[in-house]
């Protein structure tokens, strides 16, 4: 049974490029959420993604986007990168269930030079 | 706005010797609270509490909370060079979604 995955690993872009980051969610798993982490914090929130819609948003600009595809994988796009922007970004998945937890991906590396 | 605030942010402590990390929380209509440990990259699930005062056990590590008093503690018994980890705490709200609000994480060293 396949977790969560990412790709691409390692990103490195310059200020003003975009970005799109891919996400795959655990199997019978129908929610994505994504977060941002910067080094030495705790993941940030960024969307969660579930039938097609995001249904919550956190703060985070709106160069920050997303989709969610009919098989339930997700992605994550960023308009005009800031050095800012650098950072782990994490994706989870987790059932529609009241009680589900949510798994974690590995990540995508994402360097702003 | 959700609030964890985890201590101590760091420790260092001896392969052998037991540990305690802490988590205190503020959130609006709280649904459930999660431990997660990340050593390189994706933060792996550990334990979610719900209830007040019933421990979740597994192998060396224990967690429990204290609704009223809003904090978790998780315990790590005879901790090994494996252990070596940042440990995150994270409080989920009720409603329809569930985003999870994390604390800065406690970053956790063994050594021999």
């Known amino acids: 049974d396949a977790g969560v995955t990412q790709s691409p690993t390692h990103l490195i872009k310059t200020r003003g490029q975009q970005v799109t980051l891919r996400c795959s969610p655990k199997s019978g798993h129908d929610t994505v959420s994504w977060y941002q982490q910067a080094l030495g914090q705790g993941p940030q929130f960024i969307f969660q993604y579930y039938e097609e819609e995001e249904r919550q948003r956190g703060n985070f600009p709106d160069r920050f986007s997303g989709h969610q595809f009919p098989n339930y994988s997700s992605e994550l796009n960023v308009n005009a990168l800031l050095l800012g922007d650098s950072a782990l970004y994490l994706c989870a998945s987790s059932g529609s269930g009241r009680t589900d937890t949510q798994y974690f991906g590995p990540g995508t590396r994402l360097t702003v030079l | ?112």
């Open chain 2, 1 to 112: 706005e959700d609030k964890v605030v985890q201590s101590p942010l760091s420790l260092v402590v001896h392969e052998g010797d037991t540990v305690t990390l802490n988590c205190s929380y503020e959130v609006t209509n709280f649904r459930s609270l999660l431990w997660y440990k990340q050593e390189k990259k994706a933060p792996t699930f550990l334990f979610m509490l719900t209830s007040s005062g019933i421990e979740k056990k597994s192998g060396r590590l224990s967690s429990i909370l204290d609704k009223k008093e809003l904090f978790s503690i998780l315990n790590i018994t005879a901790t090994q060079t494996g252990d070596s980890a940042v440990y995150l705490c994270a409080v989920r709200a009720t409603g329809t979604a569930s985003k999870l609000t994390f604390g800065t994480g406690t970053r956790l060293q063994v050594t021999l």
